[in-house]
Structure formats: structure tokens, C-alpha cells
């Protein structure tokens, strides 16, 4: 009866010190994945705050052209205007309206 008791707790001081090793294995697997994962949130911030900064820079270069188009739009109806297509067929061209006898009229065949 006595080495019984005697194999009966070698066996569970066995499987003890073995259940003592896989927790701590557990537990550094554990601390492995989560310093692996701690890193990958840090990492994926960094990437996120690299791409919304571009999304800003992107924001103000197509507000700016939005202001470039607008101010070219102002412009070619500045110079489209018909006073002013006018004034320059006047003094650079020196053409102006005919007179009634100077009109002829031509019939279509």
C-alpha cells in the first residue's frame, strides 16, 4: 500500500511540474502575442494617420483648384464678354455696323 501512495504521488508531483511547464509556456505565448499585437495596433495607427494626413493634403489641393477653376471661369468671361468683343473689332479691326445702302442681299438658288 505504501508504494502505491508512494507511485500515486510521484505520478501527480509529475504531472504537476508538466502542468506547471505547459502553463508557463501557455503564458509565454501568451505575452509573445500580445506584445506581437500591441505592436500591430501601434503600426496600423501610424499607417492611418499617415493616410488621412494625405487625405487632408488632397482635401486643400482640390479646394485651391476649385478656386483656380472658378477665377479662370471669372476670367474667360471677362474676355468672352461682348463688350469687350466688340471695342476690339471697332479699334483693331475698324469694322463697324453697315450702313442700309451698303447691304446687299443675296437670293438661294
Known sequence: ???????????LMRASLQAQRYAMLLGIFLLVGLVISAQLVVYSSFLSRGHINHLHQLERDRNDMQVEWGQLLIEQSAWASHSRVESIVIEQLKMGVPLAQEIVLVRQL
Open 1 to 11: 500500500m505504501k508504494d502505491m501512495s508512494e507511485n500515486l504521488n510521484l505520478w
